[in-house]
């Protein structure tokens, strides 16, 4: 178990309904990156953030949005929900902000119908 | 822009024999590259990782080897167990503009049976 918690686990919405989803790091990382897994892909980078700021963002429309509070803890908002939105949502966190120490949580299932 | 292709799966074995997963990539300067594992209902967990030309990373009993010349980075193991049965994800790490972020293949699902 990494030590980074998801919640909830699973989701049902409907279209054009918005979402927030959670993250909590692991103890002592300071810098938080969500991924989006479409079924039988891989994940797709969303953004990151670092010390409360994003630093740096993915292919994704401005209706998927972030924040990272002082405790390092994170939410992924997603506004107008489409059905295209259906995945499962990943963060993952690390102290460096250097991948080769990137700690996935177990996701979030999110279903839009 | 970079991007990872790995073979696609599911690709089904029986125990202790020998696996290989493909993976080519593309990228504007030079990667650190990685395997990570997803078992059901879990999140990614890495398997190993390589920074530079002809490293090799290996752990439990997996070996990949950063080839700069052919772009690959294919996953071997000698002899799987059904314990290895997951969905294997290549990905490579570039800082560029959208900072540090993964970009990962599709995923190769393998399965072993007894």
């Known amino acids: 178990e990494t030590g980074v918690t998801q919640s909830p686990t699973h989701l049902i919405k409907t279209r054009g309904q918005q979402v927030t989803l959670r993250c909590s790091s692991q103890?002592?990382?300071?810098?938080v990156s969500w991924y989006q897994q479409a079924l039988g892909q891989g994940p797709q980078f969303i953004f990151q953030?670092?010390?409360?700021?994003?630093?740096g963002r993915g292919n994704f429309p401005p209706r998927f949005s972030g924040l990272q509070f002082p405790n390092y803890s994170s939410e992924l908002n997603v506004n107008a929900l489409e059905l295209d939105d259906s995945a499962l949502y990943l963060c993952a966190s690390s102290s460096t902000g250097a991948n080769e120490k990137l700690f996935f949580g177990s996701g979030t299932q999110l279903s839009v119908l | 822009g970079d991007s990872v292709t790995q073979m696609e799966g599911p690709v089904t074995l029986s125990e202790e024999a020998f696996l290989t997963i493909n993976c080519t990539y593309t990228a504007t300067g030079y990667p650190s590259l990685f395997w990570y594992v997803q078992y059901p209902g879990e999140g990614l967990q890495l398997l190993l990782k390589a920074t530079k030309a002809d490293d090799k990373g290996s752990n439990k009993g997996f070996e990949a080897t950063y080839r700069k010349e052919t772009t690959s980075f294919h996953l071997e193991k000698g002899s799987v167990q059904v314990s290895d049965s997951a969905v294997y994800f290549c990905?490579?790490?570039?800082?560029?503009?959208?900072?540090?972020?993964?970009?990962f293949g599709g995923g190769t699902r393998l399965m072993v049976k007894p």
């Open positions: 103890s002592g990382h300071n810098t």
């Open positions: 953030y670092y010390r409360e700021e994003e630093n």
């Open positions: 990905a490579l790490s570039e800082i560029n503009n959208a900072g540090n972020m993964l970009t």
